[in-house]
Nanobody, 122 residues
Framework: QVQLVESGGGLVQTGGSLRLSCAAS????????MGWFRQAPGRDREFVSA????????YYTDSVKGRFTASADHAKNTVDLQMNDLKPEDTAVYYC???????????????WGQGTQVTVSS
């Protein structure tokens, strides 16, 4: 059974940067897509970005385009999310997730990490 562990969250001021990392361990790690999601207090979990494992194609929700960059390290079985120009509305618990099959990059993820808190102060 694959396990995902996120790290790198924290408190940052508006305009600052953070880099989240998601490490996979255990089982046979052969993802189709690795995704990042976030959930703010009182809100539903929402898609942030995804990396297709076969060719490193990336996809982002509109609100983070130009500010966030997802990347994969195939040798280390990790995926990172570089977040720049952070805004208070980016405050949330950020989760990484693995999707084992399917072309859709937004839904139907199979394995989830425990999440890491990102707080952006104004």
């Amino acid at each position: 059974q694959v396990q995902l562990v996120e790290s790198g969250g924290g408190l940052v001021q508006t305009g600052g940067s953070l880099r989240l990392s998601c490490a996979a361990s255990g089982g046979s790690f052969t993802p189709h897509t690795m995704g990042w999601f976030r959930q703010a207090p009182g809100r539903d979990r929402e898609f942030v970005s995804a990396v297709r494992w076969s060719d490193d194609y990336t996809y982002y929700t509109d609100s983070v385009k130009g500010r966030f960059t997802a990347s994969a390290d195939h040798a280390k079985n990790t995926v990172d999310l570089q977040m720049n120009d952070l805004k208070p509305e980016d405050t949330a618990v950020y989760y990484c997730a693995e999707k084992s099959r399917g072309r859709d990059m937004i839904t139907s993820y199979d394995v989830w990490g425990q999440g890491t808190q990102v707080t952006v102060s104004s």
